[in-house]
T-cell receptor
Framework: GAVVSQHPSRVICKSGTSVKIECRSL??????MFWYRQFPKQSLMLMAT?????????EQGVEKDKFLINHASLTLSTLTVTSAHPEDSSFYIC??????????FGSGTRLTVV | GESVGLHLPTLSVQEGDNSIINCAYS??????FIWYKQESGKGPQFIID?????DKRQGQRVTVLLNKTVKHLSLQIAATQPGDSAVYFC????????????FGKGTTLSVSS
């Protein structure tokens, strides 16, 4: 079956620093990748949609200069949280799409900014 | 779905009971719906899906019902087990295949033995 690996699973960083989160489709090439953010006891909120070789499409209210998405290949997308602040602390989840597998989710990254 | 920042509703059941989790979706043009289970600290896990040309689909111990008239989706879990305790989300795909899934509010299912 389709597997998406997300790394790291947990990260703690200091306020003002940047953090990179990787999302890899292990056994398939993803047509599209998606990034979500989830605050405690809330639903998954779509941040951006990413296609290989093109600029990501960000949802309204998501700062593209703060949340940098790079989709360099059909198997790898990265999300970089720049100049992180405590309010960026959240659970970040990626998803990869490819027929016939549909949507496959990563295991998430818990970001804590101190 | 109504993906807003509100606290998740909770459903508490006894082991062996049947559970029904409901979801209202927002986009009448959505044609693909998925139910996910999410355990604490993990990513969503696929349970069952349904396309808009169907109104019912069954899996192992789970059934999804779709009512397009009122834009309502439900997940029925038969003989609920403690291992079913988790947060359940419905998700809709608004347009063509491969567009982003939009998640509903979610429901916390708590199963006591």
């Amino acid at each position: 079956g389709a597997v998406v690996s997300q790394h790291p699973s947990r990260v703690i960083c200091k306020s003002g620093t940047s953090v990179k989160i990787e999302c890899r489709s292990l056994d398939f090439q993803a047509t599209t990748m998606f990034w979500y953010r989830q605050f405690p006891k809330q639903s998954l909120m779509l941040m951006a949609t990413s296609n290989e070789g093109s600029k990501a499409t960000y949802e309204q209210g998501v700062e593209k200069d703060k949340f940098l998405i790079n989709h360099a290949s059909l198997t790898l997308s990265t999300l970089t949280v720049t100049s992180a602040h405590p309010e960026d602390s959240s659970f970040y989840i990626c998803s990869a799409y490819r027929e016939p597998y549909g949507y496959t989710f990563g295991s998430g990254t818990r970001l804590t900014v101190v | 779905g109504e993906s807003v920042g509100l606290h998740l509703p909770t459903l508490s059941v006894q082991e062996g009971d049947n559970s029904i989790i409901n979801c209202a979706y927002s986009n009448s043009a959505s044609d693909y719906f998925i139910w996910y289970k999410q355990e604490s600290g993990k990513g969503p896990q696929f349970i069952i899906d349904i396309r808009s040309n169907m109104d019912k689909r069954q899996g192992q111990r789970v059934t999804v019902l779709l009512n397009k008239t009122v834009k309502h989706l439900s997940l029925q879990i038969a003989a609920t087990q403690p291992g079913d305790s988790a947060v359940y989300f419905c998700a809709e795909s608004p347009n063509q295949a491969g567009t982003a899934l939009i998640f509903g509010k979610g429901t916390t299912l708590s199963v006591s033995s």
